[in-house]
């Protein structure tokens, strides 16, 4: 079984920063592609970001490209979601993902996921 464990919310005022954290149980953990996915009240689940298990490859939302950057460091088992320039529509609770499939390819939907964290709050202020 995998645990997934955000951390690195809060919240921030518009234009500021903040770093996500999702750190995962297993040995196995370089095999998986990792997401970050975000919920706004009254609003589906939506994709921000993923990256394969290698880290070569990543894939991101429209709406964050240029200002979100996901990484992942395998060693700690840890995928990364830094966060730049941020929004009051950024305000959301951000889940994290594993796609058990092994593969490197990419997916955006959240069907594509097998398993989810608890979600991290975070609230951008104007």
């Known amino acids: 079984q995998v645990q997934l464990v955000e951390s690195g919310g809060g919240l921030v005022q518009a234009g500021g920063s903040l770093r996500l954290a999702c750190a995962a149980s297993g040995r196995t953990f370089s095999m998986y592609v990792m997401g970050w996915f975000r919920q706004a009240p009254g609003k589906e689940r939506e994709f921000v970001a993923a990256v394969s298990g290698s880290g070569r490859s990543t894939s991101s939302a429209d709406s964050v490209k240029g200002r979100f950057t996901i990484s992942r460091d395998n060693a700690k088992n840890t995928v990364y979601l830094q966060m730049n320039s941020l929004k009051p529509e950024d305000t959301a609770v951000y889940y994290c993902?594993?796609?058990?499939?092994?593969?490197?390819?990419?997916?955006?939907?959240?069907?594509?996921?097998?398993?989810w964290g608890q979600g991290t709050q975070v609230t951008v202020s104007s």
């Open positions: 993902a594993l796609d058990r499939t092994y593969s490197e390819s990419i997916k955006k939907q959240t069907y594509g996921y097998d398993y």
